[in-house]
């Protein structure tokens, strides 16, 4: 029988991100995945959680981020979701932890990829190998 999925909602706020770090964690090590596999879980969605809170509310909103966690087809699926303003065109004044933070991702996963339209928010689906190698 395949593994029940991980779907989590927290308020979009740093404080949040131990939480969603010891959920990923723990669900990883549910469906055997590697330590080191794990870490690189919990570091994509820190990277894709922290883009939500940094870009995807302005000061005035509050608003949440979603992550949600499966196995498909061998691997770890990894899917962070906000709701906010989604990511326009970059610009010369445009900050660069949005980049460096997709880098980050592309670095540590088998592929990824980035939704987005502007006013209805981003997903950001990652894909992991479970074991130790990726």
């Known amino acids: 029988m395949p593994a029940a999925a991980l779907s989590i909602r927290v308020p979009a706020e740093a404080a949040q991100m131990a939480l969603v770090r010891a959920e990923i964690a723990k669900y990883a090590h549910g469906v055997g995945m590697a330590a080191s596999s794990i870490e690189d879980a919990q570091t994509i969605a820190t990277e894709a959680c922290g883009n939500s809170i940094k870009h995807a509310y302005d000061?005035?909103?509050t608003g949440c981020v979603e992550v949600n966690a499966n196995v498909d087809d061998g691997e770890l699926r990894l899917i962070v979701r906000d709701f906010g303003s989604g990511?326009?065109?970059?610009?010369?004044?445009?900050?660069?932890?949005?980049h460096a933070g997709l880098a980050i991702i592309?670095?540590?996963?088998?592929?990824?990829w980035l939704s987005s339209r502007r006013g209805?928010?981003?997903?950001?689906?990652?894909?992991?190998?479970?074991?130790?190698?990726h």
């Open 106 to 112: 592309g670095a540590l996963s088998r592929s990824f």
């Open 120 to 133: 209805a928010g981003t997903v950001l689906e990652a894909r992991l190998g479970l074991g130790a190698l």
């Open 59 to 61: 000061a005035s909103a």
């Open 87 to 98: 990511v326009g065109p970059r610009t010369a004044t445009a900050s660069l932890s949005l």
